[in-house]
């Protein structure tokens, strides 16, 4: 069997000189990033730094991956080809699906986190952001493409179960539906707060649910199936709604009609999540999965772009003071902390669903699958390398007035400067205020959950680099890009719910399972969106912010996820008899248990009443029964104690889960290496591709 | 010049193909080749197109 993947013939001398070139350049823009402690320091150093990472991960690790441990065969049939039906299974140019994966993959998770964890300043995450995604996140979205491919195109909780027996498979049903509901829980906070008290992202954001429609409408009945057509038309909608909500902003009549509450606007978006689920998928969901789609790709290439022109200073420190734990946007000291805020960007597990769903059945070539697997991750990757540049370039003070929620630095502007100036980053009550208007904001304070100081410092660097003095327009088209693909995420999330819940209740009661059955449909959704909806609607009444809470429930989540892909891929590996590579994905797994469960085990236990879980719920207990507590605060005590036991037991489970799941494979792996009977490798019967045959024909 | 205009075609084939928008296409060039012995005709545009949202949005398409 010829591996078609290793390189002929060894490499140049050029080629040489060229690699060792961009290896000192990627180790003095890392060294240079890692060592520099002035006042700040130049965004270029950071782009610099991870494209000769992605570089050199991308030309010599997955190229190692590729040919020693998964021994990529170009002349094996991949399931498109064998089993071609001109649907499902189709075999597609590599670019098309490059371009497919990578808009699948790519939601508002690694704009967030990187925001999120600059709290302990650039370095920390930043370094976790190259290191995780080389190491951790490329390679686990790369093996598990592969392996899904090599199964006919199966999905990651079959793989589970037919490696690892049903534990696995159980492990990685339920793991999923969690996710589901805690990460549309925590992005609905972070639009309902981007939209709180601001009439201008209100109504934009409420205006892009007509326009989807009527885009759908369009691509439905009007012109069938044009799809450039008609996105070109709805973003062209997307901006004069941006435009729309700047004026409509002026119209004191107007502008009381989009203006509410955070608890109010939790109920609209539980309510639109209904409806949007409940609806055939062509009227809403499809045409805004178009819409943002595009929009999503175009902004970061325009921020890529900008960043390049403009190379702005990174304002914040390498490390702040907060690594020790005490930081205002989420409790818990650095480590574990930043490698579980960070998910998105370094490693997530939820990629491991779409290399194992639509992907695998659409490559042409099994040899693409590094390219697209390890290269789209990198791409995302770099997305948040981006984000992170956005929220650095502020001014230090500036992002925690923002991002800081006002249970922790007080509730009325002059207390919020006075705390943000005693941990040693100056900002005003008048700076805040001149920034707040320029972005035609009200107030910017304790705006939670990073979409508004992504949104500040994406408008400031696009401003200085195409033309000042479209701060606000610049800020509400950030807030309206990020809004228009969570609410994507969203729709699709409960749809996804809905459909797992409905195969679930079809093995108890038949009907329930037909997912066309109004009655089941309206049941599961209602499910689906209660279990969402409740965590949001608590969120926006934590005075702590809810982000706090449900960001590292989420991290946790979702790198519980990619443990249990990572366990699969390690299972597999070793079952071909190749254990002394087993490692490629035994390290990060290794590392992401340390972590999960560190994080885990600290938001239980800990004493520290912003981490630990129970601590909060018996402190606010304690106050309740002592009658020390405020009146308004009184009233929502006894939901958020409920709150936190429920936060707790989630979190107990993600715990249990991932140990029972980390014992399962131990306990295969050493059958396998022990050559006791288990259960074999899943792997479909080699094939020639025809396609190879033809070209060697030829 | 014959060059950039060729350069130029084949990007734009790349974004139809990478947005969908010559899915309809596509699907009659594969019916022709693998179906038309079946003596029935290929799906309309319309009803080719709600068939493929249906069966696109039927499982994991979108991530955080």
């Not at chain 1, 949104?455 to 088209?477: C, E, N, P, Q």
Request: proline content about 5%; aromatic content about 10%.
């Amino acid at each position: 069997m010829k591996n078609i993947t290793t390189p002929a013939k060894k490499m140049s001398l050029l080629g040489i000189l060229i690699w060792i070139g961009i290896a000192i350049l990627g180790a003095s823009a890392v060294g240079a990033i890692a060592l520099h402690r002035g006042e700040s320091i130049n965004s270029v150093w950071f782009i610099v730094a991870a494209v000769c990472v992605y570089a050199i991960g991308y030309r010599f690790y997955s190229a190692f991956i590729a040919a020693k441990v998964l021994m990529l065969d170009a002349s094996r049939a991949t399931p498109a080809e064998r089993l071609n039906d001109g649907r499902d299974f189709v075999p597609t140019n590599k670019w098309v699906v490059f371009g497919h994966h990578f808009a699948a993959i790519a939601g508002p998770g690694p704009l967030i986190g990187p925001t999120l964890a600059a709290q302990f300043g650039y370095l920390p995450g930043t370094l976790w952001i190259l290191i995780g995604a080389v190491l951790g996140g490329c390679v686990q979205d790369f093996v598990t493409l592969f392996f899904s491919t090599r199964r006919n195109g199966r999905s990651l909780g079959q793989m589970a179960r037919d490696e690892l027996g049903p534990i696995g498979g159980v492990a990685a049903l339920v793991g999923v539906m969690m996710i589901m509901i805690i990460l549309i829980a925590v992005l609905g906070l972070v639009v309902v707060n981007a939209m709180k008290h601001s009439p201008w992202a209100t109504s934009t954001v409420a205006a892009t649910i007509p326009i989807a429609v009527l885009i759908g409408l369009y691509m439905r009945n009007i012109r069938p199936g044009r799809v450039l057509e008609g996105t070109l038309i709805g973003v062209a909608l997307l901006l004069l709604a941006v435009a729309g909500g700047g004026w409509l902003d002026q119209q004191p009549e107007l502008r009381q009609w989009f203006d509410y509450d955070g608890p109010t606007l939790a109920l609209m978006i539980i309510a639109y999540g209904f409806a949007a689920a409940v609806v055939p998928v062509w009227l809403l969901l499809a045409p805004r999965d178009y819409l943002s789609t595009f929009m999503k790709i175009g902004t970061m290439l325009l921020l890529a772009i900008a960043i390049i022109i403009l190379r702005p200073d990174v304002k914040m420190p390498a490390f702040t003071q907060f690594i020790d734990g005490t930081g205002p946007i989420f409790g818990g000291a650095l480590f574990p902390f930043v490698f579980i805020t960070i998910a998105c960007g370094a490693i997530s597990g939820f990629h491991s669903l779409i290399s194992s769903g639509t992907t695998p059945k659409l490559l042409a070539n099994e040899a693409d699958a590094r390219f697209i697997g390890y290269g789209a991750m990198m791409v995302e990757s770099f997305v948040a390398i981006m984000a992170m540049v956005a929220a650095t370039v502020l001014d230090p003070g500036v992002y925690f007035a923002i991002n800081s929620p006002a249970g922790i630095v007080g509730k009325e502007a002059a207390d919020a400067v006075a705390t943000i100036n005693s941990w040693g980053f100056p900002v005003t009550v008048a700076q805040m205020q001149q920034l707040a208007t320029e972005m035609g904001e009200t107030t910017l304070f304790a705006r939670t959950g990073g979409a508004p100081s992504f949104a500040v410092g994406m408008a400031s660097i696009f401003s200085d680099a195409f033309g000042r003095g479209m701060l606000s327009m610049w800020y509400h088209f950030a807030i309206m890009f990020e809004a228009l693909f969570i609410l994507t995420t969203l729709d699709a999330g409960t749809r996804v719910g809905r459909f797992m819940l409905q195969d679930l209740l079809g093995n108890i009661y038949k009907p329930l399972g037909r997912t066309s059955w109004y009655p089941s449909v309206f049941l599961t959704s209602g499910i689906v969106v209660s279990a969402w909806g409740y965590f949001l609607y608590m969120g926006t009444l934590d005075p702590l912010g809810g982000i706090n809470s449900l960001w590292p429930l989420f991290g946790i989540a979702n790198q519980m996820l990619a443990a249990i892909a990572l366990c699969v891929a390690t299972t597999i590996i070793i079952k071909s008899g190749k254990l002394r590579y087993a490692w490629v994905t035994a390290v990060p797994l290794t590392w992401l248990i340390i972590i999960t469960s560190t994080a885990a085990w600290e938001k239980l236990f800990s004493p520290e009443l912003r981490i630990g879980f129970l601590s909060h719920a018996q402190d606010l207990a304690a106050k309740l029964a002592a009658g020390t507590l405020p009146p308004d605060k009184a009233a929502t005590a006894p939901q958020l104690i409920f709150n936190d036991y429920i936060a707790a037991t989630l979190t107990a489970f993600f715990l249990v889960t991932t140990w029972i799941l980390v014992l399962d494979t131990l306990r295969v792996a050493y059958r396998i290496i022990t050559g006791k009977p288990h259960l074999p490798l899943s792997e479909a019967p080699h094939e020639p591709s025809r396609a190879v045959e033809n070209w060697v024909r030829d | 010049m014959i060059a950039l205009k060729k350069i130029a075609c084949h990007s734009w084939q790349l974004l139809r193909t990478i947005s969908g928008d010559d899915a309809y296409e596509r699907y009659l060039e594969h019916w022709h080749t693998h179906h038309a012995n079946a003596g029935d005709q290929p799906l309309e545009r319309k009803a080719f197109f709600k068939a493929e949202q249906n069966r696109k949005w039927n499982g994991v398409r979108r991530c955080c």
